[in-house]
């Protein structure tokens, strides 16, 4: 996402400045500034803020793998939480306090079969959206600012080429390249094939998190996402017909959850009629740019050892 929205806000910004935690000088681009700091430390994140006084913050950083969160649930909760805290707290004392966006998740919601939507309760069953869910509540202290303020994005499974195969549909992509490739046998490991997500390309959100900063109403709560939930299943039959390759699907058991809820989908409405905002991207696209990506990414990785 960061890397997307960086390009995005180039040529619309007069200057775009990036905070990130470790290198990451391979994803430069030029004419953007780039800062590394651990957004755990208050200090540090309080002395870029004030040294970039930005009038515009999008809040994307975070441990966001649900796997991770349960490895290390202090870790998550101390990125996820004191980081928020420390990066509002930064921006919101600026002579001139900015918009902030922050991006939550739709995991935050009660599990329901039902279409989801802003008022839907809230019910985290795991670490990560359980940090994100006390996340969201800072921003009630800064209700009384008569500038700027804090923005809430409620963000459902989005995708696309960059993203890491912790998520499902980079996973499966990557082993379909490798297997076009040769790399392995047409066998493909997956965890439950039949829940159904509502699924969303990386670069429509971009412009959602746009769209939201600029139209979005303070200490409001959006829904991000396509307003349809995708069966697993039938997303992996795209992947096979892109590839041509007919794959055998064998079930790994380190990927299944034992809460899985069948179908999870969200209401756009809101986002939709106050800011415009809806997605344009189909999701057979997304899925056949997530392929190239990986062919070349496996293309480059090989040719790096021969």
């Not at 030029?30 to 200090?43: H, M």
């Not at 991000?224 to 039959?237: H, K, M, N, Q």
Request: net charge neutral; hydrophobic share 35%.
């Amino acid at each position: 996402m960061g890397t997307h929205l960086t390009h995005f806000l180039k040529p619309r910004a007069s200057k775009v400045a990036v905070i990130a935690s470790g290198d990451s000088r391979s994803r430069q681009e030029p004419g953007v500034d780039y800062y590394e700091l651990d957004i755990r430390r208050a200090d540090e994140v309080r002395a870029v803020v004030r040294r970039v006084r930005p009038t515009h913050i999008y809040h994307l950083a975070g441990i966001s793998a649900v796997d991770i969160s349960w490895k290390n649930p202090r870790l998550t909760f101390e990125v996820n939480l004191l980081g928020t805290y420390n990066l509002l707290e930064a921006g919101m004392s600026l002579p001139s306090t900015p918009r902030i966006l922050n991006v939550s998740t739709s995991q935050i919601y009660l599990p329901s079969d039902e279409i989801l939507t802003e008022t839907s309760p809230v019910s985290p069953d795991n670490p990560y959206a359980a940090s994100k869910a006390m996340a969201e509540l800072l921003r009630v202290q800064y209700r009384k600012c008569t500038t700027g303020g804090v923005i809430t994005a409620r963000s459902f499974n989005h995708t696309g080429p960059g993203q890491t195969t912790n998520f499902v549909l980079p996973s499966i992509a990557k082993q379909f390249a490798e297997i076009e490739a040769g790399l392995h046998a047409p066998s493909l490991l997956v965890g439950n094939v039949d829940v159904k997500r509502d699924f969303t390309d990386v670069r429509d959100v971009v412009l959602a998190y746009f769209a939201l900063l600029n139209k979005g109403r303070i200490d409001e709560v959006y829904n991000v996402c396509s307003g349809s939930a995708v069966r697993l299943f039938d997303i992996i039959e795209t992947f096979r017909t892109i590839s041509g390759i007919p794959v055998e699907i064998n079930t790994d058991t380190e990927r299944l959850r034992s809460n899985d809820v069948s179908q999870i989908f969200g209401d756009p409405t809101k986002i939709r009629n106050e800011t415009g905002w809806s997605p344009q991207i189909p999701l057979e696209k997304t899925i056949g740019d997530l392929m190239n990506y990986w062919r070349e990414k496996i293309k480059g990785e090989s040719s790096a050892y021969t």
